[in-house]
């Protein structure tokens, strides 16, 4: 889960574990009411989710649409417009989880397949 400073909740609604098992979503809790913030998201398990500072980019880690390797989904919260990254963790064939730091916008994501010691990237973003 990830909370906005508006006490917005984001929850990973991920699919049955395992290949084949379908795509995810995001949901947003909001004033009681639920919603739909992305839809058909090949989401890792369990699903990792990062909010940046101002609250407008919501980053979910996953896996690329082959299912494949690693991605992270950075998903615009006004448009809904999702871009997928994989760049430098694609080497790892599940996702790991997502974190930003505490002040600054910076996201720690752990590998857990490349190698047995689970390197952890950092992602840095404007």
């Known amino acids: 889960i990830a909370v906005a400073a508006g006490g917005e909740v ?14 995810g979503s995001v949901l947003k809790i909001a004033g009681g009411t639920t919603s739909s913030v992305a839809e058909g998201l ?23 649409a082959t299912r ?14 999702v871009t997928s990254y ?21 996201l720690g994501w752990c590998g857990i397949t490349a190698d047995t010691r689970g390197t952890v990237y950092q992602i840095t973003f404007r």
């Open 86 to 106: 994989s760049q430098g963790i694609a080497q790892n064939s599940g996702a790991g989880g997502v974190h930003r730091a505490a002040t600054r916008d910076i």
């Open 42 to 64: 090949p989401l890792g398990y369990p699903a990792g989710l990062a909010l940046d500072h101002r609250g407008a980019t919501l980053f979910v880690s996953g896996l690329d």
């Open 10 to 23: 984001y929850v990973a609604n991920p699919p049955a574990f395992g290949r084949g098992a379908g795509a």
């Open 68 to 81: 494949s390797h690693a991605a992270v989904y950075a998903v615009d919260l006004a448009t809904r417009a």
